[in-house]
């Protein structure tokens, strides 16, 4: 008897030491699962993949990218928000996720500041200002003026209601005080098209698409929205130098985790995205996907999201916009 006495003492004792050690590995002990609330084969898929695949070289261990679509990345929220707050679940997000659905969405099941730790922001997204070769305007104060001279009759299209390219064009009204109609498309592809063709005047637009149809001559861009010129259009000037005084306004993205999730491995994380977001050939790559490198970490991410949230929310009750 006090030989099993004795050998169920060394079990146990042999169990408890072997979690107690396990507990005290360090982490990351097993792949870390990226959640995207979109399909694959978009922006934030071309992000995650960059990142990724340098990230599970720092981090040594294995990234998965999971796809989660749905009501505009709410579906993947969710599945994130309930996942265990270890720092095995992150959710990459847009401007639209974090800071506009909150605003656009009355019965949001999330709440960004509430139900998550922001861990790194990774990049920043300019748009371009633009207006059709019709518009009597060779920059942005012109075309201010355009639009004074004509209230209610210059339109501004987008990929749909709520979005950022509806959004920004907001903004730009609430600065400018102009008298801009709205045209929703359903996508970017048709917004621009019917820009090209001049059935819409006006239009914000991604860095990529609008360098490419402003170089060939078919958009005139006229202003670029964030601080400073972006090198994909380095003759276009910021909307800032263009009068509009502290008009920056610009998409991002980021990663996050639940909320609850360890500071120590919230912070262990935030410097393995920051490794990653020095390396020369990530920030040229990001550059080409049209995201600007803009890393902020943990407790600086947060402050940011802090500070977007009521600006786009105005934006939104500016719009007039709601999403059931």
Same mark, same amino acid.
């Given at each position: 008897?006090?030989?099993?006495?004795?050998?169920?003492?060394?079990?146990?004792?042999?169990?408890?030491?072997?979690?107690?050690?396990?507990?005290?590995?360090?982490?990351?002990?097993?792949?870390?699962?990226?959640?995207?609330?979109?399909?694959?084969?978009?922006?934030?898929?071309?992000?995650?993949? /960059?990142?990724?695949?340098? /990230?599970?070289?720092?981090?040594?261990?294995?990234?998965?990218?999971?796809?989660?679509?749905?009501?505009?990345?709410?579906?993947?929220?969710?599945?994130?928000?309930?996942?265990?707050?270890?720092?095995?679940?992150?959710?990459?997000?847009?401007?639209?996720?974090?800071?506009?659905?909150?605003?656009?969405?009355?019965?949001?099941?999330?709440?960004?500041?509430?139900?998550?730790?922001? &861990?790194?922001?990774?990049?920043?997204?300019?748009?371009?200002?633009?207006?059709?070769?019709?518009?009597?305007?060779?920059?942005?104060?012109?075309?201010?003026?355009?639009?004074?001279?004509?209230?209610?009759? &210059?339109?501004?299209?987008?990929?749909?209601?709520?979005?950022?390219?509806?959004?920004?064009?907001?903004?730009?009204?609430?600065?400018?005080?102009?008298?801009?109609?709205?045209?929703?498309?359903?996508?970017?592809?048709?917004?621009?098209?019917?820009?090209?063709?001049?059935?819409?005047?006006?239009?914000?637009?991604?860095?990529?698409?609008?360098?490419?149809?402003?170089?060939?001559?078919?958009?005139?861009?006229?202003? &670029?929205?964030?601080?400073?010129?972006?090198?994909?259009?380095?003759?276009?000037?910021?909307?800032?130098?263009?009068?509009?005084?502290?008009?920056?306004?610009?998409?991002?993205?980021?990663?996050?985790?639940?909320?609850?999730?360890?500071?120590?491995?919230?912070?262990?994380?935030?410097?393995?995205?920051?490794?990653?977001?020095?390396?020369?050939?990530?920030?040229?790559?990001?550059?080409?996907?049209?995201?600007?490198?803009?890393?902020?970490?943990?407790?600086?991410?947060?402050?940011?999201?802090?500070?977007?949230?009521?600006?786009?929310?105005?934006?939104?009750?500016?719009?007039?916009?709601?999403?059931?």
């Amino acid at each position: 008897m006090k030989y099993i006495a004795h050998a169920c003492l060394a079990a146990i004792t042999g169990l408890a030491f072997s979690a107690a050690a396990q507990a005290q590995q360090p982490f990351p002990t097993k792949p870390v699962r990226v959640v995207i609330g979109f399909p694959a084969g978009g922006p934030l898929d071309q992000h995650a993949r /960059l990142l990724t695949d340098k /990230l599970q070289g720092v981090l040594g261990q294995p990234i998965i990218v999971d796809y989660k679509p749905g009501a505009g990345g709410a579906v993947g929220a969710q599945d994130v928000m309930k996942a265990p707050a270890d720092g095995y679940t992150l959710m990459l997000a847009n401007t639209g996720v974090m800071v506009i659905n909150p605003a656009l969405y009355p019965k949001l099941p999330y709440s960004t500041l509430r139900d998550f730790t922001p &861990v790194a922001r990774t990049a920043m997204q300019p748009l371009a200002l633009l207006v059709n070769n019709k518009v009597p305007a060779k920059n942005l104060q012109e075309f201010i003026s355009y639009a004074k001279a004509h209230p209610g009759k &210059v339109n501004f299209g987008s990929a749909g209601n709520g979005g950022i390219s509806h959004l920004v064009p907001e903004m730009f009204k609430s600065a400018t005080g102009l008298d801009l109609v709205h045209i929703p498309y359903k996508g970017s592809a048709p917004a621009f098209t019917d820009l090209v063709g001049g059935q819409v005047q006006f239009m914000a637009e991604s860095i990529p698409q609008a360098a490419a149809y402003h170089k060939q001559g078919k958009v005139r861009a006229l202003a &670029v929205t964030s601080k400073e010129r972006n090198p994909a259009l380095p003759e276009v000037p910021t909307a800032i130098e263009s009068g509009l005084k502290g008009f920056e306004v610009v998409g991002f993205y980021g990663f996050l985790a639940p909320a609850g999730t360890p500071k120590e491995v919230v912070n262990q994380l935030s410097a393995a995205f920051g490794q990653v977001m020095q390396m020369p050939d990530v920030r040229g790559r990001m550059v080409e996907q049209g995201a600007d490198p803009a890393f902020l970490g943990a407790e600086a991410f947060s402050q940011f999201l802090a500070g977007e949230m009521p600006r786009w929310a105005e934006a939104v009750k500016a719009s007039g916009t709601k999403m059931d």
